[in-house]
T-cell receptor, first 112, second 114 residues
């Protein structure tokens, strides 16, 4: 069965620091990839998605992610984080099925 | 569009009571998903429907849990009898055919079973 691994469970950064959150998946075929964000007390919102084409995907709020097929990775990046980026970030994979498989999430805490 | 609507937003009940969670998907979406989120287990898919038909309920923890989708605009998740370990946030999500899995989530129902 496919799985999604997020190796960073809790990340603490200062404002203006650069961010990279890792995501690896185990499915070998064609996949659709997503990053969702969950702000404290809120529901999951889509940050960005990759279906095909340019492997560097730009999302909302200055986030981007790079799909590296050979590494089965879809890491999330942001050059300069803000306090308002404090949230939990979930990587998800949809290998053609309707249901998403989510990673365990990474809790990001940005200190002012 | 109002987005995915869930009710109630918060539910506190006592062990042994029946709990019913409700979800209204986005109009025009034909797939609906129920997830449970806990600190220990993260985000888990419980069940999902395509065109009101349950497709995969392998994530439903046990027979105490049941889900229905009587029509395209309404779904329920019922727990009977409830137990303290069912305490979690339950999310409903929906998606439209052809969107390659892009799901829109509701605000969730925070369930506390005492």
């Amino acid at each position: 069965a496919q799985s999604v691994s997020q190796h960073n469970h809790h990340v603490i950064l200062s404002e203006a620091a650069s961010l990279e959150l890792g995501c690896n998946y185990s499915y070998g075929g064609t996949v659709n990839l997503f990053w969702y964000v969950q702000y404290p007390g809120q529901h999951l919102q889509l940050l960005l998605k990759y279906f095909s084409g340019d492997p560097l995907v730009k999302g909302i709020k200055g986030f981007e992610a790079e799909f590296i097929k050979s590494k089965f990775s879809f890491n999330l990046r942001k050059p300069s984080v803000q306090w308002s980026d404090t949230a939990e970030y979930f990587c998800a994979v949809n290998p053609g099925r309707r249901a998403l498989t989510f990673g365990s999430g990474t809790r990001l805490q940005v200190q002012p | 569009d109002a987005g995915v609507i869930q009710s109630p937003r918060h539910e506190v009940t006592e062990m042994g009571q029946e709990v019913t969670l409700r979800c209204k998907p986005i109009s025009g979406h034909n797939s609906l998903f129920w997830y449970r989120q806990t600190m220990m287990r993260g985000l888990e898919l419980l069940i999902y429907f395509n065109n009101n038909v349950p497709i995969d309920d392998s994530g439903m923890p046990e027979d105490r849990f049941s889900a229905k989708m009587p029509n395209a605009s309404f779904s329920t998740l019922k727990i009977q009898p409830s137990e303290p370990r069912d305490s979690a946030v339950y999310f409903c999500a929906s998606t439209q055919r052809g969107t390659s899995g892009l799901q829109f989530f509701g605000p969730g129902t925070r369930l506390t079973v005492l």
